[in-house]
């Protein structure tokens, strides 16, 4: 067994991330000392530029491991933060921290620091008086065996300074020097050294009295002030620089120039024994202001400080032995988050975010930082939206690859009872505004697990009381459940996850304590059912999983607790990996106090990161303890022990590439029209619709290319499209009846042309044929009818001309028959249609059937399974009655989406009814989509038909989320009767209006009577490209309103069979009379003619005798104007 456990440690080791720890924030102005006997160096204060706040910490960085440190406080007084203060080591391991400047200004304070207890005291000097500086020079020397330190100088609240002060370090005794002999100038960011007895003094002369000298040295023996007057060039007058002594050199480098912005690059040394400057260095491309700097040997450790761009928190080394100075990198900067525990972290892509927590101070915290675990570095994350308030202790769990979700914690004051949603790549935060939030207890320590857009709330404690009651948050619904109220599972600090088990849900939970933290040791499983009933069982019971404030890593195969802690004492250092199938349990040991507690774990490949979290010593719980340091578990070589974390394939636990997702164990190409750009996807939410204006047309894109500028590529194209202009509203109702008046008047006005031709043409013939003049009176109708002399007896007689107008009957009595007939078949329906009130129709209003089709375009899922329909696209209706439904639905050009719902024997028994379309599949969302209803008049032989395209408000737009957009349509209810048995007597059904309308235009005059347009459809929810993954699903709720007032067609008949056959009857006769008055004109006008033609010819034949007797008796004229004419007399006659 010992061989087992020896083989499992060196199966995986753990590293810092950097390898030096974690170092303090960018610091400037701090002071540092170096350590002999730990071979240390120890840094004090400086001024945080990220928060602007002076700190008091006491760091150290090990020379031997080449790791930072930090020496805890354990004192009730600590020392306000402060920069530009200075500070010595004594041999009592005692450190002395004298003046700086703090918050409130310059101070006057000198403050001890006890390395080994950790207790800081005020300290009071002795002697003369000395004020706080700022700014002054200061030098640490051992003179005649005594242990010194000296001020020169600096800013003090009354003006520059110009006096020296040399301290006992062990008495704390202030001596004043005399000023006797050359004396300096005023000076502030000086530098004062220690050399043979002799402190020097370098700086930029006083800004009023320009003296051009920069060096003097006072004399420890003869407390007289001397000018060095060196040789040679001299450096440019500086301050703020590093001053040191090697050998028999003062070195001088780096620094501002009075006035100036940019720092001075250069190094110089003056040899005190020749007193002769040389420049050793021009132009270096990395110098130090305002940092600590310490000296051993030959080598200088520069601490933090700034250039004129960049603050530092890294370490700079500068070997003096080399000519020129070998300047190099110690450790390089390295930002991370500030030191915490209890908080929360996850993974997208290739970074690992960490949220919230409690600082070691104390101070709840809501900040975010994201590691890059490629190239490794951290980086501060900007955050929109409503931010969580500071907050530690609370759950997390990551339900989509970019999405994390927050509920409850606490700070100092408050328990939280909040839950947060967080887009990581639009960096937004979402606060969920739930409807029934009764019942469930604000907590934290609690655990959270998800599944399937529900997320399970377990265990937990407030300030006064544990939980053991179990609810879930319904993303959709927007709503807090309550499964259980006492579970017996009782239990805070916990960790736990949801998986399916034979098509049931489970809650697994591990670790953990009650509140008078007795370990949980239990594999706890809580069996969920569909009705929300539950099982709880015990899966595994062992003391490896007994530990509270864990991290844990679940996998495709096992589960990882990570360190830990037990009974709120002992520190764990041990990785506990469960197999999820059988049970088994694998141990892997670290060194003592390498475990952690209140930290948390990011699985990256085959690779564990862990961050923050609380320390131990000698495996017992430091309490309120946090760091900030990142480390790196990974498998040793030739191991396995860390299975490929969810995201990443065997065998090499590659992560999928850009434009894949991770699935099932695979890499999976993105769909069209969706594209992904980042490695190490988890989820198709990773692949992103393609911006408007652009499409992708094949599968694993990493990139969407621009659509042509004629055609309209919406959100998530996969191809160029027809701009939508082109789909218009548009409806369709049963036509007007049309009666067939014009076509039967024009069939007869034919029928009569054709019998006037006729009679034309027979009158023609008749009297061009004498024959058939002379035969045509046999065919006479009218022998009563003909024209009788007065006076002389009737004789009944036919004629020519009787039989001729009889054909003229026969003709026109068979084209009016004709006529009648046709008129009668064709034209012989009135349709009167009129409005009553619904609830005065007593049959029941029913359609045949109900066709709905709906289109949707642009449609994110896959629509069929199979040949069906997805299994997550379903509807629900109110207010409507049917006998049977068929739902249909067919996937359409890869991208689009078309269901239909047929209804048979339809109708509806409200006033206001509504079907609502639930496409509740995990990628549902449509670029915009159209409603066509249907369905059969009452009216035989007709439907009325509505189509309604609706689209969002702008084509960056898609149709996504859980509030349907509503379509109105009007039923208006139909009746049709008719007394023709060339339709039912009597039929019922709906006519569709468009309630309310897209386009908000007014349908044309000919059939606005159908139509009734309030006001606008309603939009539903949409989603843009940047938060499309923070909405759910796509609903369209079709609403269907039933008309008050009912449309009403009769269709009756205007003229019945018998009044038919007699009005044809008396048509005929009465066209017999008609033609028997005109052959009655005709006979008269025949007997004037041929009474006439008489006349003419007897005339004729008299006036011919007269021209005979003329001849015979001759010719007598008599010419005479007024003469008339008379006939002879008897008497002339007899003459």
């Not at 320009?210 to 040679?232: M, P, R, Y």
Request: hydrophobic content about 40%; overall charge negative; some cysteine.
């Amino acid at each position: 067994m010992l061989f087992l456990l020896l083989k499992i440690v060196s199966s995986l080791k753990i590293t810092n991330i950097p390898e030096s720890g974690s170092p303090p924030n960018r610091l400037t102005g701090s002071a540092a000392v170096y350590d002999e006997v730990m071979n240390r160096i120890i840094t004090f204060g400086g001024i945080e530029y990220r928060n602007n706040i002076q700190v008091n910490s006491v760091l150290t960085f090990d020379l031997n491991f080449l790791k930072w440190g930090e020496i805890k406080t354990q004192s009730t007084f600590i020392p306000d933060g402060r920069e530009l203060s200075s500070i010595y080591l004594k041999p009592d391991r005692k450190l002395l921290v004298f003046f700086g400047v703090t918050a409130s200004g310059i101070s006057s304070d000198v403050y001890s620091f006890n390395l080994e207890t950790g207790i800081w005291k005020a300290e009071d000097l002795t002697g003369d008086a000395i004020p706080g500086r700022d700014g002054a020079g200061f030098a640490s020397f051992t003179y005649s065996d005594t242990h010194y330190v000296a001020f020169f100088g600096g800013l003090t609240l009354n003006s520059l300074d110009d006096n020296l002060y040399i301290i006992n370090t062990q008495s704390l005794e202030v001596q004043k020097m005399p000023k006797v002999g050359d004396l300096p100038s005023k000076l502030i960011g000086s530098s004062l050294v220690y050399w043979n007895k002799l402190l020097i003094l370098y700086g930029c002369t006083d800004f009023t009295n320009l003296t051009g000298i920069d060096s003097w040295s006072f004399s420890l023996e003869n407390k007289i002030w001397g000018v060095l007057n060196a040789q040679g060039q001299k450096p440019k007058e500086r301050f703020y620089h590093i001053a040191y002594i090697y050998l028999d050199d003062m070195y001088i480098m780096f620094g501002f120039v009075l006035g100036g912005v940019n720092i001075i690059r250069e190094a110089w040394k003056l040899d005190l024994i020749d007193l002769k400057w040389t420049q050793i260095t021009n132009n270096t491309i990395e110098a130090r202001a305002q940092c600590a700097v310490i000296g051993i040997n030959s080598t200088l450790y520069c601490f933090y400080g700034r250039d004129e761009i960049t603050i530092f928190n890294s370490i700079l080394t500068i070997d003096l032995a080399y000519n020129p100075l070998e300047i190099k990198y110690l450790t390089h900067n390295w930002d991370s988050p500030i030191k915490r525990i209890n908080h929360c972290s996850f993974r997208v892509n290739t970074f690992m975010y960490i949220f919230g927590g409690m600082s070691e101070s104390g101070v709840y915290l809501n900040d975010m930082w994201k590691y890059d675990m490629i190239n490794s570095y951290w980086i501060s994350v900007s955050m929109q939206g409503t931010v969580p308030s500071p907050r530690a202790s609370f759950s997390c769990v990551q339900p989509t690859g970019e999405t994390l979700v927050i509920f409850g914690g606490r700070d100092s004051e408050n328990v939280y009872g909040d839950m947060y949603a967080y887009r990581a790549d639009e960096s937004i935060w979402i606060v969920f505004e739930s409807s029934t939030t009764t019942g469930l207890s604000p907590r934290y320590n609690l655990c959270m697990a998800h599944y399937n857009l529900k997320f399970y709330i377990t265990g937990g404690q407030d300030f006064q009381n544990s939980f053991e009651d179990l609810w879930y948050f319904d993303f959709i619904k927007l709503e807090f459940i309550s499964i259980a109220k006492h579970t017996n599972v009782n239990i805070i600090k916990h960790k736990c996850w949801a998986s399916k088990e034979n098509n049931e849900l489970v809650i697994n939970v591990v670790g953990g304590c009650s509140i008078e933290d007795y370990p949980n040791f239990d594999w706890i499983q809580i069996k969920i059912m569909n009705d929300n009933t539950y099982e709880v069982s015990t899966k595994l019971t062992s003391e490896k999983l007994g530990f509270s404030e864990i991290a844990l890593s679940v996998a495709e195969e096992h589960f990882y607790i990570i360190f830990g802690s037990l009974w709120d004492e002992i520190i764990s250092s041990s990785i506990t990996k469960v197999n999820l199938i059988s049970g088994e349990i694998t141990v892997f040991s670290f060194p003592e106090d390498t475990g952690l507690y209140g930290h948390t774990v990011c699985h990256w490949k085959d690779t564990f990161f862990i961050f923050g979290g609380g320390i131990s010593r000698n495996i017992f719980k430091i309490e309120n303890s946090a760091t900030s340091n990142l480390r790196k578990i990974e498998n040793s070589e030739n191991s396995n022990e860390i299975q490929c974390g969810i995201g990443a394939i065997l065998p090499n636990c590659t992560p999928c590439q850009a434009g894949e997702y991770y699935q099932d164990k695979s890499c999976i190409p993105c769909p069209k029209g969706k594209f992904s750009k980042n490695l190490a996807s988890i989820g198709e939410e990773h692949c992103i619709p393609c911006a408007s204006g652009k499409f992708s047309d094949k599968e694993g894109s990493s990139y969407c290319l621009d659509c042509n500028y004629q055609s309209y590529c919406p959100l998530g194209s996969i191809k160029p499209r027809l701009p939508i202009s082109s789909l218009k509203k548009s409806e369709i109702y049963p036509k007007n009846y049309l009666r067939q008046t014009s076509y039967a008047s024009n069939f007869v006005f034919q029928i009569m042309m054709i019998a006037c031709i006729g009679c034309a043409f027979t009158t023609l013939i008749v009297l061009l044929i004498k024959k058939v003049w002379d035969k045509i009176q046999i065919l006479d109708l009218f022998v009563k009818k003909h024209r009788n002399e007065l006076g002389i007896p009737i004789v009944h007689r036919r004629t020519s001309l009787g039989g001729l107008f009889t054909i003229f009957f026969i003709l026109l009595s068979l084209a009016s028959l004709a006529s009648s007939i046709l008129a009668y078949s064709t034209d012989n329906i009135t349709e009167i249609k009129s409005l009553i009130p619904s609830i005065t129709i007593d049959k029941e209003i029913k359609s045949s059937f109900f066709h709905i089709e709906s289109i949707f375009y642009i449609y994110g899922g896959v629509c069929t399974v199979n040949n069906t329909c997805h299994p997550n696209i379903n509807f629900i209706s109110q207010g409507l009655f049917y006998k049977q439904i068929t739902k249909t639905c067919i996937k359409i050009d890869e991208d689009t989406c078309k269901i239909v719902l047929e209804f048979i024997d339809f109708y509806v028994d409200s006033s206001l009814s509504y079907i609502i379309l639930q496409l509740e599949e995990k990628n549902s969302y449509a670029g915009y989509f159209t409603i066509n209803v249907t369905s059969p008049s009452s009216i035989p032989e007709s439907f009325s038909s509505v189509f309604i395209p609706v689209e969002p408000l702008s084509s960056v737009y898609v149709f996504k989320g859980t509030n349907p957009s509503l379509v109105y349509f009007k039923l208006i209810p139909s009746l049709f009767t008719s007394q023709s048995s060339r339709w039912k007597d009597s039929d019922a059904g709906y006519h569709l209006q468009i309630d309310k309308d897209t386009t908000s235009r007014w349908k044309d005059s000919d059939t606005g009577y159908h139509l009734q347009i309030d006001k606008d459809t309603t939009i539903g929810s949409i989603s843009s490209q940047k938060l499309i993954n923070l909405q759910f699903y796509l609903y369209v709720q079709i609403v269907l309103s039933k008309s008050e007032t009912g449309l009403n067609t009769q269709r009756i008949i205007n003229n019945s069979l018998f009044v038919f056959i007699s009005g044809l009857l008396g048509s005929i006769f009465g066209l017999m009379n008609m033609i028997s008055f005109f052959m009655t004109l005709a006979e008269v006008f025949a007997d004037k003619y041929f009474e006439k033609v008489s006349q003419d010819k007897l005339l004729k034949t008299i006036s011919s005798k007269a021209k005979l007797l003329k001849r015979e008796f001759g010719y007598y004229r008599v010419k005479c104007k007024n003469i008339k004419v008379s006939p002879l007399n008897e008497t002339e006659l007899s003459n």
